[in-house]
């Protein structure tokens, strides 16, 4: 039978999905007209979360780039944040791009090292750069050496007239970052290279047979995923006001909490980081009090999910409702349906 | 004479980031499994030794008796009870276990012995040091330290070699499948590999609680020694495991020597231009 085959990801079901997150981020971006002060703090926090979360992801959950080392990238990014509106006079919003680039482009060097190690290694591998980098920072004398600096008083208020003003500007900064990161990252995986990840992660061998490019496209996804960290650790800096080595690469900030929200969440799906942060920072609410023992709890949280939904929150409400809010996949659909039959459809 | 001594106390130290290395390596070889814990596992064995020369009054050294079987038990029971669920083709389970595992170790460390840093008294043995030269001499703790790791690479070499467990470590490392058919179990056998490398933990702990102070946080830092030095040797190589803690050893003591502030850093930098020039290590074995 004869008719013209379109490739399509949507279905009813994320058309509607997506209809409610324009919803729902027009109602964040009015968040200044409703919301306090400390409310839009908190959702700055989060969404830097989300953008980190959604970054490691794209690495770990869809690539086989596991890593613990996108610290590194927080760092260079809030670094590169302070020394470009310090030293190079640039306005916090334009070096917050910029941080960004650079962590692409360091990223790709790294990758150039970090890519000779397999698997595991490669997540010690990734952590080792980290601490490089940590080291590095604390070298800096200009920008405070080992115990950090201040985002000085001149560039903080070159950034909005008034307090309120600067608070409205880095919540829609943040809020502007996490749109440009998930629709990055659909569009990527939405993509022809995309469709070779998909291949890579079910066989790589038979996916190098078939043409694809695995190492450049690894090296593709490695340098997104620095782009779009860089700039979540130049917002997170940028509302901090203050930077140091240790607080800039931390592992525990930047990729254990990270890593909890993307196992809790749901790895390799783009709805469970999102799911993930905002669970993370509802525990936070509750137990933050209990310090180490919340600590603990949280690593044994993500041990039992590993171990008993190793799909995560968004995997289990996927397997146990069909419900697939942004579907990944290649969908065959008949453009022109024939009288005889319904439309038929194969999932690639 | 200077530099011949730094040279020389990086050496010695190496064989402590050797210890740290062989049990990461042991169980790397046998099941392929990258414990992210590794270096927690060491301080805790650190504050087991405390806990223990304080209550029963032993020597550091002496400790070992009791905390190296039951760091052994502990680790059979581990791979039991945990980690054998976490083996398969995916990479992410053993890996983010693991990593669960390190936070849970770290913090339940702060919350029992609090974030002050600690350190294991060893007695005269501390101070004590042996004359080379008018300009240069070596301490006998360094020295011991040195040739315990030597001596645990050669037994490692010996078991793995020489005996039936070294047999089938090696077979479940070729082929976990055909060895199963031949009556091995496994997951037991994974459990021996475990329970060696804490045995092999415990001692580095020890060593590490009284060379220098030690607090809840450290470990992260010693799995980064242990991996470069198990990295730089080449992989499922025991003896390169040795020659690639001392490489460490030696580089960081000669980044110390330049700017106190370079010594990690210059060690961090020889395993980066290893993984640059030779990325299979010096003396490779196996392929990752």
Known sequence: MSGAFTVTHGTRVSRIVALASFAALAALACAPLWAQASSLNLLTQIFAYVALATMWNLLAGFSGLVSVGQQAYVGVGGYALFALTIFGGLHPLVALVVAGVIGGLIAIPVAGLLFRLRGAYFAIGSWVVAEVFRLLASQITTLGGGSGTSLPARIVTSMADGRQA???????????????????????????????????HQNELAAR???????????????????????AGALIFLQKLRISPDAAFSVNDWTAFVIFMAVIGGIGRIEGPIMGAIIFFVLRQALSDLGSVYLMMLGLVAIVIMLRAPRGVAGWIADRFGFEPVPLERRLTRSKPSNESKPESAHV | MDW???????????????????????????????????????????????VVTQALGMSPLASLLVIAPLMAVIGYGLQRWLLNRTLGDDLLPPLLVTFGLSVIIQNGLLEVFSPDSRKLQAGAIETATIPLTPDLSIGVLPLVQFLVAVAMIGSLQALFYRTAWGRAFRATSDDQSTVQLVG?????????????????????????????????????????????????????????????????????????????????????????????????????????
Not at chain 2, 15 to 39: E, K, Q
Not at chain 2, 188 to 207: C, Y
Not at chain 2, 252 to 275: E, M, T
């Open chain 2, 4 to 50: 011949l001594n730094s040279i020389l106390q990086g050496v010695l130290v190496g064989g402590l980031y050797t210890m740290f290395a062989a049990g990461l390596s042991l169980i790397f070889g046998v099941m392929r499994l990258v414990n992210i814990a590794h270096g927690d596992l060491v301080v805790m064995a650190a504050y087991l030794a405390l």
């Open chain 1, 209 to 231: 047979s078939n043409g694809v490019e695995v190492t450049r496209i690894k090296l593709l996804v490695y340098v997104v995923a620095g782009f779009g960290t860089a700039m």
């Open chain 1, 166 to 200: 600067r608070e409205f500007m880095i919540y829609w900064t943040g809020l502007a970052l996490v749109v440009v990161v998930l629709g990055l990252t659909i569009l990527l995986l939405r993509s022809r290279w995309g469709l070779a990840l998909r291949s890579i």
């Open chain 2, 184 to 288: 091995v179990d496994n997951r037991h056998v994974f459990g021996l590999a475990m329970g060696l490398s804490l045995a092999v933990v415990s001692v580095a702990g020890v060593f590490l609680a009284v060379r220098a102070n030690f607090d809840p946080s450290m470990g992260p830092a010693r799995l980064i020694f242990g991996f470069e030095a198990v990295i730089i040797g080449g992989l499922g190589n025991l003896w390169g495991t040795l020659a690639g803690g001392v490489v460490l050893g030696v580089a960081q003591a000669i980044g110390a020597k330049i700017d106190p502030g370079w010594q990690l850093l210059a060690g961090h930098l020889a395993f980066l231009i290893v993984l640059a020039v030779r990325p299979e290590g010096f003396f490779p074995k196996v392929q990752a």
